[in-house]
Protein backbone atom coordinates (compact mmCIF):
# COMPACT_ATOMS: atom_id res chain seq x y z
CA UNK A 1 0.00 0.00 0.00
CA UNK A 2 1.17 3.24 -0.61
CA UNK A 3 2.60 5.18 2.29
CA UNK A 4 2.22 8.54 0.82
CA UNK A 5 -0.56 9.56 -1.26
CA UNK A 6 -0.59 12.39 -3.46
CA UNK A 7 -3.90 12.97 -5.74
CA UNK A 8 -2.87 15.80 -7.62
CA UNK A 9 -0.74 15.30 -10.67
CA UNK A 10 -0.64 19.23 -11.40
CA UNK A 11 -2.45 22.06 -10.22
CA UNK A 12 -2.73 25.40 -11.61
CA UNK A 13 -3.16 28.84 -9.22
CA UNK A 14 -3.30 32.62 -10.16
CA UNK A 15 -0.62 34.52 -8.58
CA UNK A 16 -1.45 36.22 -5.35
CA UNK A 17 -4.24 33.50 -4.86
CA UNK A 18 -3.81 30.68 -2.27
CA UNK A 19 -3.30 27.24 -3.19
CA UNK A 20 -3.50 23.43 -0.98
CA UNK A 21 -1.76 20.95 -2.38
CA UNK A 22 -2.82 17.24 -0.97
CA UNK A 23 -1.31 15.17 0.82
CA UNK A 24 -2.49 11.90 2.64
CA UNK A 25 -0.10 9.13 4.65
CA UNK A 26 -0.27 5.98 6.13
CA UNK A 27 1.36 4.63 8.90
CA UNK A 28 0.37 2.34 12.26
CA UNK A 29 4.07 4.07 13.96
CA UNK A 30 2.38 6.87 16.32
CA UNK A 31 6.10 8.49 16.25
CA UNK A 32 6.05 9.91 12.73
CA UNK A 33 7.35 13.43 10.90
CA UNK A 34 5.93 15.13 7.46
CA UNK A 35 7.86 16.91 5.27
CA UNK A 36 7.01 18.88 2.40
CA UNK A 37 10.09 19.54 -0.74
CA UNK A 38 9.91 22.15 -3.69
CA UNK A 39 11.82 21.17 -6.86
CA UNK A 40 12.19 23.44 -8.90
CA UNK A 41 12.67 23.27 -12.94
CA UNK A 42 16.21 23.27 -12.13
CA UNK A 43 16.07 19.81 -10.00
CA UNK A 44 17.30 21.01 -6.04
CA UNK A 45 15.22 19.76 -3.16
CA UNK A 46 14.43 22.66 -0.96
CA UNK A 47 13.41 22.21 2.27
CA UNK A 48 9.52 23.74 2.74
CA UNK A 49 7.86 22.79 6.47
CA UNK A 50 8.10 19.82 8.89
CA UNK A 51 5.40 18.35 11.02
CA UNK A 52 5.61 16.03 13.68
CA UNK A 53 2.91 13.32 14.96
CA UNK A 54 2.97 14.67 18.55
CA UNK A 55 3.09 18.75 17.86
CA UNK A 56 -0.35 20.75 19.22
CA UNK A 57 -0.06 23.46 16.53
CA UNK A 58 0.35 23.10 13.11
CA UNK A 59 3.51 24.07 11.17
CA UNK A 60 4.21 27.24 9.44
CA UNK A 61 7.17 28.86 7.55
CA UNK A 62 6.29 32.17 5.95
CA UNK A 63 3.89 31.60 3.57
CA UNK A 64 4.13 27.98 4.07
CA UNK A 65 1.30 26.39 6.03
CA UNK A 66 0.92 22.40 6.70
CA UNK A 67 -2.98 21.87 7.62
CA UNK A 68 -2.53 18.55 9.86
CA UNK A 69 -5.14 16.53 10.23
CA UNK A 70 -4.01 13.81 12.12
CA UNK A 71 -7.65 11.42 12.35
CA UNK A 72 -8.02 11.83 8.75
CA UNK A 73 -4.15 11.30 8.31
CA UNK A 74 -3.95 14.62 5.78
CA UNK A 75 -1.03 16.73 5.72
CA UNK A 76 -2.00 19.52 3.20
CA UNK A 77 0.37 22.44 1.84
CA UNK A 78 -0.88 25.76 1.95
CA UNK A 79 0.67 28.25 -0.16
CA UNK A 80 -0.58 31.87 0.71
CA UNK A 81 -0.61 34.47 -1.66
CA UNK A 82 1.18 32.74 -4.72
CA UNK A 83 4.14 34.20 -6.60
CA UNK A 84 5.27 32.98 -10.08
CA UNK A 85 8.54 30.74 -8.43
CA UNK A 86 6.06 29.02 -6.82
CA UNK A 87 5.78 26.89 -9.85
CA UNK A 88 7.61 24.10 -9.26
CA UNK A 89 7.24 19.98 -8.35
CA UNK A 90 5.96 19.52 -4.52
CA UNK A 91 6.66 16.61 -2.60
CA UNK A 92 5.13 15.32 0.26
CA UNK A 93 7.14 12.76 2.38
CA UNK A 94 6.70 11.08 5.46
CA UNK A 95 9.47 9.59 8.09
CA UNK A 96 8.04 6.83 10.32
CA UNK A 97 9.04 6.67 14.02
CA UNK A 98 13.31 6.56 14.68
CA UNK A 99 13.40 4.94 10.97
CA UNK A 100 16.95 4.73 9.47
CA UNK A 101 15.24 4.75 5.84
CA UNK A 102 14.35 8.03 6.25
CA UNK A 103 11.92 9.72 3.73
CA UNK A 104 9.53 8.19 1.91
CA UNK A 105 8.16 10.47 -0.99
CA UNK A 106 4.79 10.59 -2.78
CA UNK A 107 4.57 11.15 -6.27
CA UNK A 108 4.10 14.53 -6.50
CA UNK A 109 2.07 17.72 -7.65
CA UNK A 110 3.41 19.70 -10.35
CA UNK A 111 2.02 23.48 -9.44
CA UNK A 112 2.00 26.31 -12.28
CA UNK A 113 1.36 29.93 -10.89
CA UNK A 114 -0.20 31.72 -13.56
CA UNK A 115 0.16 35.58 -14.06
CA UNK B 1 28.71 26.53 4.04
CA UNK B 2 26.33 23.34 4.94
CA UNK B 3 26.07 21.07 2.09
CA UNK B 4 25.57 17.34 0.31
CA UNK B 5 28.23 17.67 -3.09
CA UNK B 6 27.28 15.30 -5.53
CA UNK B 7 29.35 14.18 -8.85
CA UNK B 8 29.28 14.62 -11.77
CA UNK B 9 25.85 16.39 -12.63
CA UNK B 10 25.42 15.10 -15.65
CA UNK B 11 26.53 11.55 -16.87
CA UNK B 12 26.13 9.83 -19.96
CA UNK B 13 27.26 5.97 -20.23
CA UNK B 14 26.93 3.25 -22.49
CA UNK B 15 25.63 -0.76 -21.27
CA UNK B 16 27.94 -2.27 -18.76
CA UNK B 17 30.01 0.09 -17.84
CA UNK B 18 30.92 0.37 -14.27
CA UNK B 19 30.99 3.92 -13.20
CA UNK B 20 30.71 5.97 -9.71
CA UNK B 21 28.47 8.85 -8.67
CA UNK B 22 29.84 10.43 -5.35
CA UNK B 23 28.44 12.00 -2.04
CA UNK B 24 29.90 13.93 -0.09
CA UNK B 25 29.05 16.08 3.09
CA UNK B 26 30.09 18.28 5.58
CA UNK B 27 28.13 18.49 8.17
CA UNK B 28 29.13 15.08 10.58
CA UNK B 29 25.62 13.62 9.69
CA UNK B 30 25.43 9.99 10.92
CA UNK B 31 22.88 9.34 8.12
CA UNK B 32 23.15 8.99 4.73
CA UNK B 33 21.09 7.47 1.75
CA UNK B 34 20.66 7.39 -2.15
CA UNK B 35 17.31 7.92 -3.76
CA UNK B 36 16.43 7.95 -7.56
CA UNK B 37 13.82 9.95 -9.21
CA UNK B 38 11.30 9.03 -12.35
CA UNK B 39 8.40 11.02 -13.47
CA UNK B 40 5.20 9.53 -11.85
CA UNK B 41 6.88 8.06 -8.98
CA UNK B 42 8.31 10.43 -6.56
CA UNK B 43 11.73 9.82 -5.09
CA UNK B 44 12.40 6.28 -3.97
CA UNK B 45 15.02 4.85 -1.47
CA UNK B 46 17.99 2.98 -2.84
CA UNK B 47 19.98 2.41 0.02
CA UNK B 48 21.17 3.98 3.13
CA UNK B 49 23.81 4.02 6.09
CA UNK B 50 23.13 4.74 8.91
CA UNK B 51 26.78 4.95 10.35
CA UNK B 52 30.66 4.16 8.99
CA UNK B 53 30.74 0.70 7.52
CA UNK B 54 26.91 0.27 8.30
CA UNK B 55 24.19 0.13 5.06
CA UNK B 56 21.15 -1.34 4.01
CA UNK B 57 18.97 -2.10 1.21
CA UNK B 58 16.30 0.70 0.70
CA UNK B 59 13.27 0.59 -1.35
CA UNK B 60 15.02 -0.26 -5.12
CA UNK B 61 18.23 -1.88 -4.78
CA UNK B 62 18.56 -3.86 -7.55
CA UNK B 63 21.63 -3.23 -9.48
CA UNK B 64 23.45 -1.16 -6.93
CA UNK B 65 26.20 -1.01 -4.59
CA UNK B 66 27.07 1.65 -2.08
CA UNK B 67 30.01 1.71 0.70
CA UNK B 68 30.82 3.88 3.63
CA UNK B 69 34.53 4.00 4.64
CA UNK B 70 33.88 7.62 5.91
CA UNK B 71 31.37 9.21 7.82
CA UNK B 72 31.43 12.33 4.99
CA UNK B 73 31.36 10.08 1.75
CA UNK B 74 29.00 7.62 0.51
CA UNK B 75 29.86 6.92 -3.16
CA UNK B 76 26.64 5.03 -5.37
CA UNK B 77 28.18 2.45 -7.65
CA UNK B 78 26.59 0.93 -10.72
CA UNK B 79 28.62 -2.31 -11.66
CA UNK B 80 26.88 -3.22 -14.82
CA UNK B 81 24.87 0.00 -15.90
CA UNK B 82 21.20 -0.90 -17.67
CA UNK B 83 18.92 1.66 -19.58
CA UNK B 84 16.28 0.95 -17.13
CA UNK B 85 18.70 2.79 -14.58
CA UNK B 86 18.74 6.21 -16.37
CA UNK B 87 17.13 8.50 -13.70
CA UNK B 88 17.77 11.16 -11.27
CA UNK B 89 19.55 10.23 -8.54
CA UNK B 90 19.95 12.47 -5.25
CA UNK B 91 22.23 11.82 -2.55
CA UNK B 92 20.90 12.90 1.21
CA UNK B 93 22.03 13.43 4.96
CA UNK B 94 21.04 13.89 8.27
CA UNK B 95 22.04 13.69 11.61
CA UNK B 96 20.06 11.28 14.60
CA UNK B 97 16.42 11.79 14.80
CA UNK B 98 15.29 14.05 17.66
CA UNK B 99 17.57 16.70 16.62
CA UNK B 100 16.15 19.78 15.80
CA UNK B 101 17.69 19.30 12.40
CA UNK B 102 15.04 16.52 11.00
CA UNK B 103 15.26 17.51 7.39
CA UNK B 104 16.67 15.79 4.55
CA UNK B 105 19.69 17.31 3.20
CA UNK B 106 20.46 16.62 -0.26
CA UNK B 107 22.88 17.10 -3.38
CA UNK B 108 22.16 18.84 -6.42
CA UNK B 109 21.41 15.50 -7.92
CA UNK B 110 23.27 13.91 -10.84
CA UNK B 111 21.15 13.14 -14.11
CA UNK B 112 22.48 9.65 -15.46
CA UNK B 113 21.36 8.45 -19.44
CA UNK B 114 22.44 4.85 -19.50
CA UNK B 115 22.61 3.82 -23.61
Known amino acids: AQKITQTQPGMFVQEKEAVTLDCTYDTSDPSYGLFWYKQPSSGEMIFLIYQGSYDQQNATEGRYSLNFQKARKSANLVISASQLGDSAMYFC????????????FGSGTQLTVLP | EAQVTQNPRYLITVTGKKLTVTCSQN?????MSWYRQDPGLGLRQIYY???????DKGDVPEGYKVSRKEKRNFPLILESPSPNQTSLYFC??????????????FGSGTQLSVL
Open chain 2, 92 to 105: ASRGFPGQTNEKLF
Open chain 1, 93 to 104: AMREGGSARQLT
Open chain 2, 49 to 55: SMNVEVT
Open chain 2, 27 to 31: MNHEY
